[in-house]
């Protein structure tokens, strides 16, 4: 059974944070998310095998913007860092946790997975992510063109 249109994410500025690079990994990760959705048959068949191809795909995604986030949490001095990193362990731990139930058929379709990848995105982003969002913002610098930038001056003693 297909997924219907509501399952589907779109990306809203409301998920920004200025920060180009941290917009396009979470817009990729968006992405990932509706590509999934599209593969939600109701074919059990077609979705494991699907689900075996792009699960080490989506790992690797959330691996590699798990540590850009931290390693800019780390060099501007997010006082809230530890609790993230933390946010982003259970993550992982989740992940792998659903990945196991699939496997094993305790997580009977690709539709539920994905609709739990779905909603830890959506509601990391619009909550969690926020946080250091706001702390970006509020330590950045305003350059003569607009943009912001984040300098050593602009860092907490």
């Known amino acids: 059974m297909p997924v219907d249109s509501e399952d589907f994410v779109s990306w809203s500025n409301k998920f920004a944070s200025g920060i180009k690079l941290i917009d396009d990994q979470h817009k990729g990760l968006v992405d990932l998310v509706n590509e999934m959705f599209k593969h939600v048959t109701g074919n059990a068949v077609q979705e494991r095998n699907y689900f075996n191809i792009v699960i080490q795909e989506a ?32 993550f992982i731990i989740a992940v792998v946790e659903n990945i196991k139930d699939y ?52 860092l907490p003693g």
Request: net charge positive.
């Open 59 to 90: 790992v690797n995604y959330v691996k590699v913007h798990f540590a850009t986030e931290e390693k800019m949490m780390i060099a501007t001095k997010f006082p809230e860092y530890q609790e993230h990193k933390k946010e982003h362990e259970s």
């Open 103 to 154: 496997e094993s058929g305790k997580r009977h379709t690709l539709s539920s997975f994905t609709r739990f990848l779905k909603d830890w995105i959506l509601s990391h982003v619009a909550l969690i992510d926020k946080k250091y969002f706001d702390y970006f913002n509020k330590i950045a610098t305003r350059k003569a063109d607009g943009k912001l930038s984040i300098s050593k001056e602009d």
